[in-house]
């Protein structure tokens, strides 16, 4: 079992990356979006650097906020994953983006996620933006298909508590979950 109650600070892009991709990536166009991110975000950046500086003994008092009878022989720490944050410039300097983005090409020829790991809760809502992007023209085209496997296509399930039950039952049914 996997379990983090500690942040981390890395500067690889990627997970087996190098630690001079955040330096080496550093550009005229991109240092004051970087600098304005870190300065209305100072809290965060020492909160940061306090986890990524803590000691084995206090990393392990920081998990006994979860688990009270943690002993330090039965864990083991180990980098289970790393999110990457977006940096958009923006006007006074730059926004720090904690979600996910899909951006493509203009010409619809390649699209991406960047941010945080989406997981199962929203894979399917990015993957339909990202056919959105790229299948520009074709895209109202898959409608009907997509209305016969998602049968909430399309709708807002927020003002519709009805619907959004019935969505959930039958999604239940088909997991074989209990309800």
Known sequence: M???????????????GSVLDLP??????????YLSV???NFDLVVYLLKEVSKSRKKKLESLREFVPNAKA??????EAG?????????K?????????EVIAAKDGTIAGLLGASPGASVSVSVMLEVMEHLYKEDFKNFAPALKEMIPSYGQELNPKPTLAKKILAQTAKTLKLRA
């Open 38 to 40: 870190a300065l209305k």
């Open 2 to 16: 996997l379990f983090g109650p500690f942040a981390g600070l890395n500067p690889k892009f990627l997970k087996h």
């Open 92 to 100: 006074g300097g730059g926004v720090l983006q904690f979600g996910t």
């Open 24 to 33: 080496l990536s550093v550009r005229p166009k991109n240092l004051i979006p």
């Open 82 to 90: 790393q999110r990457a944050q977006v940096i958009k410039p923006a």
């Open 73 to 78: 022989e039965d864990w083991t720490y180990y």
